[in-house]
């Protein structure tokens, strides 16, 4: 094996995995259980709890 046919078989593996990686994480934000867990995190800048800054009572 030459080094041209190792460069290409390493490029190809790594599209493969990091288009393998990608569809996972699209899947995982839109599976419909996650839903909840990512309405409550995109609530958390408005939440009035935190509005003191630390250190002042």
Known sequence: ??????TVISQI???????????TIIVYVFWPGNKKKFDEAAQVPLDDKDDEPEGKA
């Open 1 to 6: 094996m030459d080094y041209q046919s190792a």
């Open 13 to 23: 593996i790594a599209l493969v995995l990091f288009v393998g990686l990608f569809a």
